[in-house]
């Protein structure tokens, strides 16, 4: 792999007790081209803008994926990544539903490794803080048709990251989509395209102007059982069992999600995968058997949900407060990621020195 060492770093320029999300950038990017059927010139490059022509047949007709996964700082200074296999195996579903030739396991892991590798640096050492992981494809063809491109580039950037969302681990407020549809199955929302983020830009700034955090989505079809949260998946823990939406087609199946299942799993916790209705949310709220409920993601890994709204009625969880099951599976989560606890399930994957 060809690497291309930035001539200054910007890393002083960058203030790592107040990082916002995604708006810093490392010194180095990977980028990969296919062509002629094969990916192809792997390398590392100084961070920068690319030039691309106004007949980007992606800006017109939207081919594109993406991923995101973290690297974390332990305190002995060792630099890991979480489930990165996982994360891979997503970008390959992704990008074989939008017609994109997948990226093979080995060049996905040396994009990644190799970035992370050469900007070790800016993998933060504050708790709490990581280094965001961007892999992205898009169709690089220049034409206005709808078809098929011939060309993509493949790119990895990254972004040192404080917490997500401004409530932190504090719990936030979410309100059901009303008019709105996210995806129905056989469409794109399983997979991890940014179609399916431009779609929910309009409903989630609706939200914050009503004081929500993020739209909560209903199916499309009948508008009545849960499915996710706008950047996360949405779990109940309802008289001591933990409910979420099924993978059954409209739904992106998250690497968190998958991991707290593992788990609820492993501490005997019963879990179900099954459809539920907002009614029956509002319903066992009322009753006291929804005793939390929170979302599950990369960039926020847990984040409780202390207030629901729908059809103009709000419902409280547990007080508006963090409860413990949630609690329990923060601390567990971050504490492997940071190298705290150990790693008895082989979620960490070393970046190489």
């Avoid at 930035?6 to 890393?11: C, D, P």
């Avoid at 990017?29 to 047949?57: C, H, K, N, T």
Wanted: proline share 6%; net charge neutral.
């Amino acid at each position: 792999m060809e690497v291309v060492r930035a001539a200054q770093s910007r890393l002083e320029q960058v203030d790592f007790d107040n990082l916002a999300f995604g708006r810093f950038f490392s010194d180095h990017m990977f980028m990969a081209d296919y062509r002629r059927g094969a990916w192809q010139s792997p390398r590392i490059v100084p961070f920068g803008p690319i030039e691309i022509s106004p007949s980007l047949s992606s800006l017109h007709y939207g081919q594109a994926v993406f991923e995101g996964l973290k690297a974390f700082r332990s305190e002995d200074g060792r630099i890991n990544l979480f489930r990165p296999e996982k994360y891979q195996e997503r970008f390959t579903r992704s990008s074989r539903r939008l017609s994109i030739p997948p990226v093979s396991k080995e060049l996905f892991m040396e994009a990644v490794l190799g970035l992370c590798g050469i900007d070790r640096a800016w993998v933060p050492k504050k708790a709490g803080s990581s280094l965001y992981i961007r892999p992205f494809i898009f169709a690089a063809d220049s034409f206005l048709g709808v078809h098929t491109a011939e060309t993509y580039l493949f790119m990895v950037i990254t972004s040192p990251v404080g917490a997500y969302y401004k409530e932190g681990l504090n719990p936030v407020r979410l309100v059901t989509s009303g008019e709105y549809a996210r995806a129905v199955k056989g469409g794109l929302g399983e997979v991890k395209t940014p179609a399916n983020y431009a779609a929910s830009l309009l409903p989630a700034q609706e939200a914050e102007e009503k004081g929500f955090t993020q739209v909560l989505w209903l199916d499309a079809l009948e508008k009545r059982y849960v499915e996710e949260v706008g950047t996360m998946n949405i779990m109940f823990f309802i008289d001591g069992e933990l409910i979420t939406p099924p993978l059954d087609g409209s739904i992106l199946g998250g690497i968190t999600r998958a991991t707290v299942i593992e788990l609820a799993r492993h501490w005997g916790v019963p879990v179900r995968e099954r459809r539920i209705a907002i009614d029956e949310v509002l319903a066992r709220a009322r009753d006291g058997g929804l005793r939390e409920c929170f979302g599950t993601g990369t960039a926020a890994v847990i984040s409780p949900v202390g207030w629901i709204s729908h059809g103009g009625n709000l419902i409280t969880v547990h007080e508006g407060r963090i409860g413990e099951f949630s609690q329990k599976l923060y601390d567990e989560i971050t504490g492997v990621q940071y190298g705290l606890r150990p790693d008895a399930f082989g979620w960490l994957y070393p970046v190489p020195t």
